[in-house]
Protein backbone atom coordinates (compact mmCIF):
# COMPACT_ATOMS: atom_id res chain seq x y z
CA UNK A 1 0.00 0.00 0.00
CA UNK A 2 1.25 3.51 -0.85
CA UNK A 3 1.77 5.25 2.23
CA UNK A 4 3.81 8.63 3.50
CA UNK A 5 4.34 8.65 6.97
CA UNK A 6 5.59 11.80 8.62
CA UNK A 7 7.19 12.49 12.18
CA UNK A 8 7.20 14.28 14.30
CA UNK A 9 3.12 15.11 14.46
CA UNK A 10 3.91 18.77 15.84
CA UNK A 11 7.13 20.28 17.45
CA UNK A 12 7.51 23.73 19.15
CA UNK A 13 11.44 25.10 18.94
CA UNK A 14 13.06 28.64 19.96
CA UNK A 15 13.42 31.14 17.61
CA UNK A 16 16.95 30.79 15.97
CA UNK A 17 17.43 26.85 16.82
CA UNK A 18 17.54 24.14 14.23
CA UNK A 19 15.28 21.38 13.52
CA UNK A 20 14.54 18.34 11.45
CA UNK A 21 11.42 16.97 9.87
CA UNK A 22 11.22 13.12 9.13
CA UNK A 23 8.98 11.40 6.35
CA UNK A 24 8.97 8.18 5.56
CA UNK A 25 7.50 6.45 2.41
CA UNK A 26 6.74 3.32 0.96
CA UNK A 27 5.51 4.34 -2.47
CA UNK A 28 6.24 2.45 -5.94
CA UNK A 29 7.52 3.20 -8.36
CA UNK A 30 8.95 6.16 -7.25
CA UNK A 31 8.68 9.62 -9.29
CA UNK A 32 9.75 12.59 -7.42
CA UNK A 33 9.10 13.96 -3.68
CA UNK A 34 8.20 17.03 -2.92
CA UNK A 35 8.13 18.94 0.76
CA UNK A 36 5.30 22.21 0.88
CA UNK A 37 5.14 24.88 3.68
CA UNK A 38 1.38 25.15 4.52
CA UNK A 39 0.05 28.69 6.62
CA UNK A 40 -2.65 28.00 8.60
CA UNK A 41 -5.94 28.50 6.59
CA UNK A 42 -3.39 29.03 3.19
CA UNK A 43 -3.42 26.67 0.22
CA UNK A 44 0.98 24.74 0.79
CA UNK A 45 3.72 26.22 -1.48
CA UNK A 46 6.07 24.53 -2.54
CA UNK A 47 9.34 24.15 -0.91
CA UNK A 48 11.62 21.42 -2.27
CA UNK A 49 11.51 18.83 -5.35
CA UNK A 50 13.67 15.73 -6.04
CA UNK A 51 13.72 13.10 -8.10
CA UNK A 52 15.23 9.58 -7.39
CA UNK A 53 18.80 10.52 -8.54
CA UNK A 54 18.88 13.63 -6.16
CA UNK A 55 19.74 13.29 -2.70
CA UNK A 56 19.79 16.76 -1.42
CA UNK A 57 18.25 20.10 -2.60
CA UNK A 58 18.11 23.60 -0.44
CA UNK A 59 15.64 26.59 -0.96
CA UNK A 60 17.41 29.22 1.81
CA UNK A 61 17.54 27.74 5.02
CA UNK A 62 15.51 24.49 3.99
CA UNK A 63 17.61 22.13 3.30
CA UNK A 64 15.66 18.33 1.89
CA UNK A 65 17.43 15.37 2.03
CA UNK A 66 16.39 11.94 0.06
CA UNK A 67 17.53 8.47 0.97
CA UNK A 68 15.99 6.66 -2.09
CA UNK A 69 17.19 2.93 -0.40
CA UNK A 70 15.47 3.39 2.95
CA UNK A 71 12.68 5.71 1.12
CA UNK A 72 13.14 8.25 3.58
CA UNK A 73 12.86 12.23 3.41
CA UNK A 74 14.36 14.62 5.79
CA UNK A 75 13.68 18.56 5.86
CA UNK A 76 15.99 20.39 7.97
CA UNK A 77 14.92 24.11 8.98
CA UNK A 78 18.19 26.23 9.45
CA UNK A 79 18.03 29.29 12.26
CA UNK A 80 14.21 28.93 12.29
CA UNK A 81 12.44 32.45 12.22
CA UNK A 82 8.46 32.76 13.88
CA UNK A 83 7.20 32.45 10.36
CA UNK A 84 8.47 29.24 9.94
CA UNK A 85 5.33 28.30 12.36
CA UNK A 86 3.15 26.41 9.83
CA UNK A 87 2.65 22.76 8.33
CA UNK A 88 5.24 21.27 6.76
CA UNK A 89 3.79 18.12 4.29
CA UNK A 90 5.81 15.35 2.26
CA UNK A 91 4.19 14.93 -0.85
CA UNK A 92 5.67 11.73 -2.81
CA UNK A 93 4.68 10.78 -6.96
CA UNK A 94 4.87 7.34 -7.75
CA UNK A 95 4.52 5.52 -11.08
CA UNK A 96 5.65 8.74 -13.37
CA UNK A 97 2.83 11.27 -11.66
CA UNK A 98 -0.19 9.51 -12.10
CA UNK A 99 -0.72 8.76 -8.41
CA UNK A 100 0.30 11.89 -5.63
CA UNK A 101 0.54 10.52 -2.24
CA UNK A 102 0.11 13.36 0.36
CA UNK A 103 1.92 13.00 4.08
CA UNK A 104 -0.45 14.19 7.40
CA UNK A 105 2.33 16.59 7.95
CA UNK A 106 4.25 18.03 10.45
CA UNK A 107 2.68 21.50 12.87
CA UNK A 108 6.31 23.49 13.72
CA UNK A 109 5.58 25.98 15.92
CA UNK A 110 8.35 28.22 16.55
CA UNK A 111 8.25 30.71 19.69
CA UNK A 112 9.96 33.84 20.50
CA UNK B 1 -0.73 31.65 -4.66
CA UNK B 2 0.36 31.24 -8.00
CA UNK B 3 -2.34 32.51 -10.27
CA UNK B 4 -4.89 29.84 -8.36
CA UNK B 5 -7.58 31.67 -6.87
CA UNK B 6 -10.69 30.36 -4.86
CA UNK B 7 -13.97 31.93 -3.86
CA UNK B 8 -15.48 32.17 -1.20
CA UNK B 9 -12.56 32.22 1.52
CA UNK B 10 -15.50 30.78 3.75
CA UNK B 11 -18.64 29.35 2.82
CA UNK B 12 -21.50 27.83 5.04
CA UNK B 13 -24.34 25.55 4.11
CA UNK B 14 -27.45 24.19 6.04
CA UNK B 15 -27.60 20.30 5.73
CA UNK B 16 -29.52 19.08 2.48
CA UNK B 17 -28.18 22.10 0.36
CA UNK B 18 -25.95 21.79 -2.58
CA UNK B 19 -22.70 24.71 -2.47
CA UNK B 20 -20.54 25.38 -5.31
CA UNK B 21 -17.18 26.20 -4.65
CA UNK B 22 -15.15 28.35 -7.57
CA UNK B 23 -11.34 27.81 -9.01
CA UNK B 24 -9.99 29.63 -11.53
CA UNK B 25 -6.38 30.21 -12.82
CA UNK B 26 -4.62 32.34 -14.81
CA UNK B 27 -1.47 30.03 -15.31
CA UNK B 28 -2.23 28.22 -18.37
CA UNK B 29 -1.96 25.12 -16.52
CA UNK B 30 -4.12 21.78 -18.65
CA UNK B 31 -4.68 19.88 -14.94
CA UNK B 32 -6.84 21.02 -12.55
CA UNK B 33 -7.38 19.07 -9.46
CA UNK B 34 -9.62 19.48 -6.39
CA UNK B 35 -8.74 18.00 -2.32
CA UNK B 36 -10.26 17.74 0.51
CA UNK B 37 -8.08 18.54 3.49
CA UNK B 38 -9.05 17.32 7.19
CA UNK B 39 -7.64 17.90 10.38
CA UNK B 40 -4.87 15.27 10.89
CA UNK B 41 -5.17 13.53 7.41
CA UNK B 42 -3.12 14.44 4.29
CA UNK B 43 -4.94 15.86 1.43
CA UNK B 44 -7.15 13.41 -0.27
CA UNK B 45 -7.79 13.88 -3.99
CA UNK B 46 -11.64 14.16 -4.79
CA UNK B 47 -11.78 14.84 -8.81
CA UNK B 48 -9.28 16.00 -11.23
CA UNK B 49 -9.30 17.01 -14.89
CA UNK B 50 -6.73 16.64 -17.08
CA UNK B 51 -7.98 18.79 -20.13
CA UNK B 52 -11.10 20.84 -20.77
CA UNK B 53 -14.36 18.82 -21.12
CA UNK B 54 -13.29 15.70 -19.28
CA UNK B 55 -12.27 15.29 -15.60
CA UNK B 56 -11.85 11.75 -13.91
CA UNK B 57 -12.92 10.87 -9.96
CA UNK B 58 -10.15 10.72 -7.28
CA UNK B 59 -10.27 8.74 -4.40
CA UNK B 60 -12.79 10.26 -2.64
CA UNK B 61 -15.38 11.29 -5.10
CA UNK B 62 -19.04 10.55 -3.76
CA UNK B 63 -20.94 12.82 -3.15
CA UNK B 64 -18.68 15.75 -5.55
CA UNK B 65 -19.70 16.69 -9.04
CA UNK B 66 -16.93 19.28 -11.43
CA UNK B 67 -16.83 20.30 -14.61
CA UNK B 68 -14.54 21.54 -16.76
CA UNK B 69 -16.08 23.95 -19.40
CA UNK B 70 -12.92 26.11 -19.51
CA UNK B 71 -9.33 25.55 -19.03
CA UNK B 72 -9.07 28.55 -16.46
CA UNK B 73 -12.55 27.36 -14.27
CA UNK B 74 -12.51 23.86 -12.42
CA UNK B 75 -15.61 24.52 -10.14
CA UNK B 76 -16.49 21.63 -7.40
CA UNK B 77 -20.16 21.14 -5.88
CA UNK B 78 -20.57 19.47 -2.97
CA UNK B 79 -23.86 17.87 -3.10
CA UNK B 80 -26.34 16.76 -0.29
CA UNK B 81 -25.33 12.96 -0.99
CA UNK B 82 -21.52 14.03 0.73
CA UNK B 83 -22.38 13.07 4.40
CA UNK B 84 -19.72 15.07 5.99
CA UNK B 85 -18.86 18.08 3.96
CA UNK B 86 -17.12 20.18 6.57
CA UNK B 87 -13.80 20.51 5.76
CA UNK B 88 -10.56 22.57 3.96
CA UNK B 89 -11.45 22.04 0.18
CA UNK B 90 -7.71 23.28 -1.74
CA UNK B 91 -7.82 23.31 -5.82
CA UNK B 92 -4.38 22.93 -7.55
CA UNK B 93 -3.36 23.26 -10.96
CA UNK B 94 -0.24 21.61 -12.87
CA UNK B 95 1.42 22.53 -16.18
CA UNK B 96 0.97 19.62 -17.52
CA UNK B 97 -0.96 16.50 -16.77
CA UNK B 98 0.88 13.44 -15.34
CA UNK B 99 2.43 11.60 -18.12
CA UNK B 100 5.67 9.88 -17.16
CA UNK B 101 7.32 13.19 -16.76
CA UNK B 102 9.75 13.07 -13.52
CA UNK B 103 8.37 16.87 -12.50
CA UNK B 104 4.74 17.53 -12.35
CA UNK B 105 4.14 20.26 -9.53
CA UNK B 106 1.03 21.44 -8.27
CA UNK B 107 0.14 24.86 -7.64
CA UNK B 108 -2.31 25.44 -5.12
CA UNK B 109 -5.18 27.91 -4.32
CA UNK B 110 -5.25 29.31 -0.99
CA UNK B 111 -8.52 27.09 -0.19
CA UNK B 112 -11.65 27.19 0.54
CA UNK B 113 -13.07 26.20 4.01
CA UNK B 114 -16.81 24.84 4.22
CA UNK B 115 -18.98 24.71 7.35
CA UNK B 116 -22.39 22.63 7.59
CA UNK B 117 -24.57 24.05 10.15
Known amino acids: KNQVEQSPQSLIILEGKNCTLQ??????????LRWYKQDTGRGPVSLTIMTFSENTKSNGRYTATLDADTKQSSLHITASQLSDSASYICVVSANGGFKTIFGAGTRLFVKA | DGGITQSPKYLFRKEGQNVTLSCEQNLNHDAMYWYRQDPGQGLRLIYYSQIVNDFQKGDIAEGYSVSREKKESFPLTVTSAQKNPTAFYLC????????????????FGPGTRLTVL
Open chain 2, 92 to 107: ASSIDPPSGQSYNEQF
Open chain 1, 23 to 32: CNYTVSPFSN
